[in-house]
């Protein structure tokens, strides 16, 4: 069953994955030629391949990871959950426009879940939309366009988008965005990006946690405890 | 007297611009060393370094450009234009959270012209407005938290920001947001902010234009009619 | 048979290459999720998806072709020619190491094609190369670590590398590096590069051309005559 | 007196550069403006900029740093170092070039240390680069241009350029360059940047060290010792 939150498919990823990181880790330190190793032996051997990566990652020689980089289609977040993702300069976007897409009737929104928690103010929260929507069609059907009339279209609005990033960006974002600083919709959403791909390529598990994991301790400035606080 | 747009102040730029392009493209050409190309007649002289600088950047070898970044303050822009912005991600920007900073009372806005021009929209867009404001006060005092709180804040919510970029990349950010294609408030966004910059640096009006000056044609699926079309 | 100049293999690219630049497109102007127009009827049907798309990139809509990013081994490349090609800020690159990876013999290079075409200067260049080599083995007969003995290798000295691009930078990279200004070597790379995905995509040959096919014009200083001069 | 490593002068920073980081950092926490932030009286006071600068950085918040770029005059080099530096993808680089800049007497060329150190090698890397330089000339008198003369320059031939980053990638740079696993060159070429800044901005003093020192703990696979081996 769907819930709420992001809904998130996988929708692209490399071809042969796991030998194009290690021929690129190969290249660098080998005399052979990329060609040869891609089709040597070793590049043939699923354990084989893992080890020389998980030495190399883990060194944080993330460039190699660099080569790879997965599609994800999103659906239902909100645009306050957007204008957090699309700040991550290393990944590329292709968003829902409210300029050319008009709503016809009630707009999809996010109820935050300190707003679902508390029935009287969720209520209220579902009228306002609902009034949010009779303004924005109002104003369409008096000859506003949809660029303008999106004024008035409040920030739990639905969007949806096809993501794309490599896979030192993905161990950046989860890094930052598994953090429980960060909003409860993004670090979901992340979650699921994460969780997507890990099923098909469980090697990556390791990689993709909050930072504090990869550190050993938290920087940031309030903590959670999670982890000892640097420099305590 | 201040518009209801964009309020746009060039508060950085480097010492020493056109010495530093100078250096820059004499250095590629150049037996000499940077520091003595930096410090010898030549480039004391303004209308020598232009002239130079005019010929490279004229025959797109822009990377040499993109030494000189400048920061500017920017505030009175709806929500909606800063999603636009941030989406040029060569660009660096620091922008006010609406998680952390909690509206005490009527948020601030920006009304489109469409709605402006129009009496009766504007009065109910006011209107509807202070409606947003008193729900989310309500919301704010009932104990949620700022960060759910904005989920029925509009896009016509003003933010504001820090945003830095260098030449190369406001060339670029003129070339497509100076187009009529572009939403009006990022235009006369844009529009600010190289004029802001050309006050100080005259010589970069040239280059601080839609691409369709740029490139002698449109490139647009629909075209404002202003140049010719690619292909016709 | 082998020429002397790059090999070049294209070893990933994602699946479904065209249904995800197709969902990218359509998830910008439509209602529907990204998910539902991934597994629509349209994107089922090669002739629709590319329709659609060489509408969008021949509007210069750049950002959807980004979700695509395509890996290539090369070898055989000079030192020369791999120094301008990591100029090419992004892109992801794993390059063999003159660090790590000692030569044990005569070492590979790259006669210039000016200098096979003079049989004396060639002699003593092809002479000129075992003198190098003699010499880099002593340095590491005598204790000098491979970082500093190869000091001494020229430019010319061959170099292989795993470098892998999106398919918006691949046609920057081919605007810039199929001009006739370009060195001769590089842009047989990039050619070899360009063909080796033209032949599994074709419908990417309009767009992997020099930049004057595509502005119409040529903005270099020194033309080659093939395409009239701007402003001219 | 100058030694035979890179010089290095910091030609260009900006104006203002603690007030803009301020202003950086209040803007994202403030129901005030940038341009009141900017003008206010805290921001005539260095002590309190400085205070809430730490307090960001150290917290990891780089982007706010984003907006203060140098630029720096290198003289030299060698091609092997400007090959290390020019991988990182965020600098801006204008390097002299080979192709355009003909040799006519001797080149200038940097002997490594463990060279220098044996002094019958060190004659006969002297006597190596006379010879290269004889060759280079004779090409050059027989018609050969200098961008495939060039072929048979070394690794040891120096180079110049001028450099751009802004603090976010000079503490990355630092991170990874200071650390004693990078080439001594390009170490004592990266030290001379940071000594350069820090000389006139001392508070970055505490940033601009190997990662080691951000970290608490090595995380390469062969360790100076310096700090302990991550999971030790």
Chains 1, 2, 3, 4 share one sequence.
Request: hydrophobic share 35%; glycine share 2%.
């Amino acid at each position: 069953m769907q819930d709420k939150y992001a809904q998130v498919k996988l929708i692209s990823k490399p071809e042969n994955m796991l030998k194009t990181i290690y021929t690129a880790c190969r290249t660098c330190y080998s005399a052979d030629s990329p060609l040869n190793i891609y089709e040597c032996d070793s590049a043939q051997d699923n354990e084989k391949m893992l080890k020389l990566i998980s030495k190399v990652v883990s060194s944080g020689h993330y460039s190699t990871i660099e080569h790879i980089q997965v599609s994800f289609a999103i659906s239902n977040i909100s645009r306050a959950c957007s204008h957090q993702l699309v700040r991550h300069r290393h990944m590329s976007f292709s968003q829902k426009s409210q300029r050319y897409v008009k709503e016809k009737g009630q707009f999809d929104y996010l109820t935050p879940d300190t707003i679902d928690a508390n029935p009287e103010l969720k209520a209220k929260f579902d009228e306002f939309m609902s009034k949010v929507s009779e303004f924005y069609l109002e104003l369409t059907q008096n000859g506003i366009p949809a660029e303008d009339a999106r004024s008035v279209l409040p920030n739990a609005a639905s969007t949806s988008m096809v993501a794309s990033l490599n896979l030192r960006e993905l161990i950046h974002l989860a890094n930052l965005r598994l953090c429980t600083r960060a909003q409860k919709e993004i670090r979901i959403l992340v979650k699921r990006m994460c969780d997507a791909l890990i099923s098909e390529e469980p090697w990556l598990k390791d990689y993709l946690v909050p930072k504090c994991e990869r550190f050993g301790f938290c920087d940031e400035d309030k903590s959670c405890g999670r982890m000892p606080v640097k420099g305590n």
